[in-house]
């Protein structure tokens, strides 16, 4: 390739992303201008995106591109001017000629010039003074995938090409953007996420440490107390001697010990921050706005409403809500087959609408935001709502259900019959409806991005979609458990609920296990069996059971312990290893160890191949005796507070005990014994500080593990926390469920010796 060549390459690359940005500015401007033709500011920033399009594609050479682009501006200026009126012949013309804008600009499409000339005299026509008396039918405007789909990567809008160095782009901020592979993308969000869970690994450390610190200032409190008896008795030189150097290295070691731990402490801290700050800088690299994904969708709602005789306008809220760009693109489809849905199948013609005293013109809203972790969208339009009967009639036709089951069935249970396959209530097939591929679709791709969809209709109100899905698939808020003495994660999108069950609550019917939940009986199965791992003796009286739904599909699943909820950042495993059953991928835990994401749908699949083959093994529970549970000493001034922990504490099999301050706990302590202490540091008649010092001198309880929760979360409020005894230190304003319950793990154990 020639130099010139080259050069071509790159300013026609430029001018397919210029047109990519101002076609968008130009649909979207035209579509606001049809409801309202005299908005100056929309009839401004089209033709400037005209004008624009039609200096690039003069300065590449792309003729065509200069031909369709002038006329559109021509048209445009003489509206500005009041010489013309835009009608809706005039607004269908001008849109036509954005998707031919598009056509021209896209690398590899060759565009007629027989079209491009069409187009121009359709233009002039609009535009001659004498035809403005005679309505001027546009050609039939084709909706093309090709001229309304924009990937999600190259949507930031551009300046003019006149303006922008070769090679720069920027947002409308200013920012300038880059192009970074998705691999480099997924490369940075594994390593910052490597580093993260590395990081929490200090934590152990620094505990073992600070146990070391609290052990070696009893060594010397006990080397002096020796000291002391030996005085009584005559020492030889060398003696004494050697006792003062004892305590002389004790206490250097001690020294640099604490001075060691403190800097360890600091670095800990600071690194958690960074490694923190670092994940969510390269999680956000991935976010993009949901208005990526909207490009094109006004445009085709309003194309297919008109070919439909119908009118019908787009309405967005949140379009700047973040969202993964691999669940943007994923998002496409099923957005725009319950778009076309609404139109075809929702919105009534003018004429019905007005009869039935609403606007001629239908609305469509569509509306993104965040909700615990979630994008939530929800779909909605003010049409006629679903035709229950007519759903009730077409499942007895296609045999779905007995009619007089099917007189019974409620509106709920009536419109997951949309959901079935091939399912529809059209009887001729046309361009946009009728073959049978409808809402079962949607919810597959919404299940694929472990989401949810739910429908709900007001009949003569409308319809309204519900979607639910994770705002990135590089993370997972899943329920983590023990099976077999390993950690396996269950997506809390699969989730119905977790529980105890108490050996009468499981029943045999039809020679399986059962349990009752929500006025049905649902089989339970053992985790074990489904993921080959050794059953193990389970001694508690109560069975900790996942609920499990997947569609009609419901099971409970017997698992050994519930570690509790995490946030995970999903390791894709090794291609090599190919599809691994019941399997999706991996993570890693706080502490570095490895846990397995379940694929909650291939773990159905099983459960069924078991019941099929007869091969279900039933749950043994043992009866023997149950081991003292640990028990524990909450002290807290706020009684708020103390009861949170008592029932998280007891929820997980310990055994509580609770002081109202710190000299009612010194009392508990002195006449009971305790696995573990967990005392506040403001308290009215001794504080936590004076009770940690406390309980260090007295030879009996020295050794017992201390937490310190405070609402204190300084760095020297910790240190003095840390100094006095205490080997935990959590601050009250990131305490949460997990963090508390971790912290007693990582102190004393499981709830059980």
Not at 105 to 123: E, K
């Amino acid at each position: 390739m020639t130099p010139d060549q080259m050069r071509d390459a790159s300013l026609l690359e430029l001018f397919s992303l210029e047109a990519e940005a101002q076609t968008q500015v130009l649909s979207a401007g035209l579509l606001a201008l049809e409801r309202d033709p005299t908005q100056a500011d929309y009839l401004e920033s089209c033709m400037r995106a005209a004008h624009s399009l039609k200096g690039a594609a003069r300065i590449v050479g792309v003729n065509a591109g200069v031909s369709v682009a002038h006329v559109m501006e021509d048209c445009l200026v003489s509206a500005q001017e009041r010489r013309l009126v835009l009608r809706a012949e005039h607004i269908d013309a001008l849109l036509q000629g954005t998707d031919l804008l598009t056509r021209i600009a896209t690398p590899g499409n060759s565009i007629a010039a027989q079209d491009v000339d069409a187009y121009v005299a359709l233009m002039g026509q609009l535009l001659d003074p004498a035809a403005a008396q005679t309505p001027v039918v546009p050609p039939r405007i084709e909706m093309q995938a090709e001229a309304l789909r924009v990937e999600p990567a190259e949507a930031e809008p551009l300046v003019s090409t006149e303006a922008v160095p070769k090679g720069k782009r920027v947002t409308e901020g200013g920012e300038r953007v880059l192009r970074v592979t998705a691999e480099r993308l997924n490369s940075l969000l594994d390593l910052s996420s490597k580093s993260l869970v590395e990081t929490q690994r200090l934590k152990p450390w620094l505990a073992t440490m600070q146990r070391l610190k609290r052990q070696q200032s009893n060594g010397l409190r006990a080397l002096e107390e020796l000291n002391v008896h030996l005085k009584e008795h005559a020492l030889s030189l060398q003696a004494e001697e050697a006792l003062n150097d004892a305590r002389r290295l004790l206490a250097e070691t001690q020294q640099l010990l604490a001075q060691k731990t403190a800097e360890m402490d600091e670095f800990a801290w600071q690194a958690g921050q960074r490694a923190q700050v670092l994940y969510d800088t390269a999680l956000a690299c991935r976010m993009r706005p949901f208005a990526d994904v909207l490009s094109g969708q006004a445009r085709m709602v309003r194309d297919l409403g008109r070919s439909l005789g119908k009118q019908v306008r787009l309405e967005i809220e949140g379009d700047k809500t973040q969202v993964d760009r691999d669940v943007l693109e994923r998002l496409e489809a099923p957005l725009t087959h319950l778009l076309r849905n609404a139109v075809d199948h929702g919105i009534e013609s003018p004429e019905q609408r007005v009869l039935a005293g609403k606007p001629a013109e239908g609305l469509i809203r569509l509306r993104a935001s965040h909700q615990a972790g979630l994008l939530v969208l929800e779909l909605a339009d003010d049409g006629a709502g679903v035709d229950l009967e007519r759903v009730r009639r077409s499942v007895v036709e296609r045999g779905l259900s007995p009619e007089q089951t099917a007189a019974n069935l409620s509106e709920e249970e009536l419109l997951t019959f949309l959901f079935l396959p091939g399912f529809s209530l059209r009887d001729t097939v046309t361009e946009v409806s009728g073959r049978g591929v409808g809402l079962d679709a949607v919810q597959h791709m919404v299940r694929q991005l472990r989401g949810a969809v739910v429908l709900e209709q007001t009949a003569g109100e409308g319809s309204r979609f519900h979607l639910e899905v994770p705002l990135t698939l590089s993370v997972v808020r899943s329920l983590v458990v023990e099976v077999g003495g390993e950690a396996y994660a269950f997506p809390l999108a699969h989730i119905e609920r977790m529980c105890d069950l108490a050996p009468e609550d499981i029943v045999q019917v039809e020679g399986r296990q059962h349990f009752w939940h929500e006025g049905r009986h649902v089989g339970l199965v053992a985790a074990s069996q489904l993921l080959n791992r050794p059953a193990s003796q389970n001694n508690n009286q109560a069975l900790k059971v996942v609920v499990i739904r997947e569609r009609e599909a419901i099971y409970g699943v017997a698992v050994e312990r519930f570690i509790g909820e995490r946030t995970l950042v999903v390791l894709p495993l090794d291609e090599r290893l190919g599809k691994i059953q019941d399997i999706s991928a991996g993570a890693l835990l706080d502490d570095g160890s490895v846990v397995l994401i379940v694929d909650v749908e291939d773990l159905l699949r099983s459960v069924d191949k078991l019941l099929d083959t007869g091969r279900l093994e039933r749950i043994a529970r043992q009866n023997q005796t149950q081991t003292p549970r640990k028990r524990i000493l909450v002290v807290d001034d706020s009684l708020t507070v103390r009861e949170l922990q008592r029932k998280l504490l007891l929820n997980r099999g310990y055994d509580v005990a609770v002081a109202v301050d710190g000299m009612d706990g010194w009392n508990a302590l002195r006449a009971e014994d305790f696995d573990l202490l967990i005392t506040d540091i403001d308290m009215p008649r001794m504080d936590g500080i004076e009770l940690v010092s406390l309980l260090r001198r007295d030879n009996r309880l020295q050794s017992l593990p201390v937490m310190v929760v405070s609402y204190k979360d300084r760095e020297e409020d910790r240190r003095r926390g840390l100094d006095a005894g205490a080997d935990y230190y959590l601050a009250k304003a990131s305490f949460h469920d997990d963090a508390l319950l971790d912290a007693v793990v990582e102190l004393i154990g499981g709830a059980r010796a």
